[in-house]
């Protein structure tokens, strides 16, 4: 049961609080004064301090200070005259986690409770997520902790040590390159080179010259000898990524290129001798390409020796929540944003959703969330138009997220109400407030609830 604070000197606002916060499932402590506060403060622990800013022994800030300096995690929510607003923005710059003015029904104390409670608890969520994404990276920039990606992680520390051919299968997106990495970077020859090429992005008519090099007069416009990318990778790595699409005529060349670490450039007709370590990828079944005849069996059994498949990401969705967590920092940090806390709901979203794309959508749309977002709190509203189940054809406010509870509904809803608001009458505040027909201390706490940009200027001016 999660313990309160209440530091109140007008005795019948002090029973009415500690009443309602009793009915509202919360163990309560309450004191007259403060000094009787910080006493209890200092003896016991609590999750929330609820405390007048004007007391007749104590300024409330000074009690603020006391409680934040004892007690980070603790909570402090101030109530004060609407006349000291002024006073309420200088205690949240001092840690206050919000203000409440009197006079104010219970229920909204307890919603504000509620609320920081949540807010503490999708912090520590937070740390501990990135907590484990600091002990899971184990290869490079691969995050992972669900048994499939532990298979693969042990298959990397293994064939790292070799010098075998490695084949990684796998959807696009899937992180095969990582893996490729990885192998490099584990093994003897993590210091020499590291060549990369894209088998699919290549014309046919250029692959072979882009591998093998070739000799001058080659071809119309080899004006001079050309060294391909096995000769750079001599002594290093090689990266064939989708080799699944290499056209069935250059895969002898290959064969033998892997079986003898021979071959000749183009136009040439000398051999050449290499050292490579070759790793291929490919997002294809080979073994029906080689059924259809688009892939040479031999060249199959030969690349297949080291088999590593990256599962998609539908199929290891516990490790979601820590790829979102590490690419909410690698993105926070280019952005110049910290904090990020992903609420439930939206998390729920993000579990849910099957990603076509794999581990390379999920990070564009963290992406998109880092950069659009405008306050720290992630809600399924932030959330790109396809996870939410909206159609991406809909205009403006025309949809509602499918799927999601009730409640969550309903803030989106709110929030589209507001942001349309804030568009019609220009950002003005007090228009805002008229056109919703509500307070502006109300719009200002909803702006914060939704992540709004609100400045100190205009907290004062309301």
């Known amino acids: 049961m999660n313990k309160i604070l209440i530091i109140e000197d007008e005795r019948s606002l002090r029973l009415g609080l500690a009443h309602a916060l009793k009915a509202g499932g919360y163990a309560v402590k309450s004191a007259g004064n403060g000094a009787e506060g910080l006493k209890l403060a200092a003896t016991e622990s609590f999750d929330a301090v609820v405390t007048d800013l004007r007391l007749p022994d104590n300024d409330g800030l000074e009690i603020l200070k006391a409680v934040r300096n004892a007690s980070p995690d603790t909570g402090v929510i101030v109530m004060t005259a609407f006349a000291e607003i002024k006073t309420a923005v200088e205690a949240m710059r001092e840690g206050a986690y919000d203000y409440i003015s009197k006079p104010f029904d219970p229920d909204e104390l307890l919603m504000v ?12 969520e937070n740390i501990r997520l990135k907590e484990a994404v600091r002990e899971c990276r184990q290869f490079e920039d691969i995050v992972g902790d669900a048994p499939a990606m532990r298979h693969v992680f042990d298959k990397i520390s293994v064939v790292a040590k070799t010098d075998s051919a490695v084949m990684i299968y796998g959807e696009s997106g899937t992180g095969k390159e990582l893996v490729a990495n990885a192998i490099h970077n584990l093994s003897p020859r993590r210091d020499k080179a590291f060549i990369k090429i894209n088998c699919a992005a290549i014309p046919e008519t250029l692959l072979e010259a882009e591998l093998f ?3 001058k007069g080659a071809f119309t416009g080899a004006v001079q000898r050309r060294k391909g990318k096995f000769e750079a990778a001599d002594r290093g790595t090689i990266f064939l990524d989708e080799v699944g699409d290499m056209p069935l005529a250059l895969q002898s060349k290959l064969l033998r290129v892997v079986e003898n670490q021979t071959f000749e450039r183009l136009g040439g007709n000398e051999p050449l001798t290499v050292n490579v370590r070759t790793i291929f990828a490919t997002g294809r079944n080979l073994k029906e390409e080689v059924d259809a005849g688009r892939f040479r069996k031999d060249l199959y059994y030969r690349l297949n020796v080291l088999p590593i498949t ?5 199929d290891r969705r516990e490790d979601i929540p820590l790829l979102v ?3 909410m920092d690698v993105f926070g940090e280019k952005l110049g944003k910290t ?5 439930p709901a939206a998390m729920d979203i993000l579990l849910t959703y ?3 794309g794999n581990v390379r959508e999920l990070k564009h749309a963290v992406e998109m969330v880092a950069t659009f977002c405008k306050g720290n709190m992630i809600e399924p509203s932030c959330l790109p138009l ?7 054809c809909a205009g403006p406010g025309t949809a509602v997220p499918e799927g999601l509870p009730v409640t969550e509904k309903v803030k989106a809803f709110e929030r589209d109400l507001i942001a349309r608001a804030l568009e019609e009458t220009g950002g003005r505040k007090k228009e ?6 509500i307070s502006r201390g109300t719009l200002w706490r909803k702006l914060k609830e939704h992540g709004f940009p609100v400045s100190d200027s205009e907290i004062e001016g309301e």
């Open 339 to 343: 904090g990020f806390v992903v609420t």
């Open 213 to 215: 090099g070739h000799e």
């Open 310 to 314: 990256m599962p998609p990401l539908r």
């Open 325 to 327: 967590y590490h690419f």
């Open 432 to 437: 805002t407030a008229k056109k919703l027909g």
């Open 113 to 124: 409770i509620e609320r920081f409670l949540k807010h503490r608890e999708l912090e520590s």
């Open 386 to 392: 396809e996870m939410r189940g909206v159609s991406v």
């Open 354 to 356: 099957d990603y076509p």
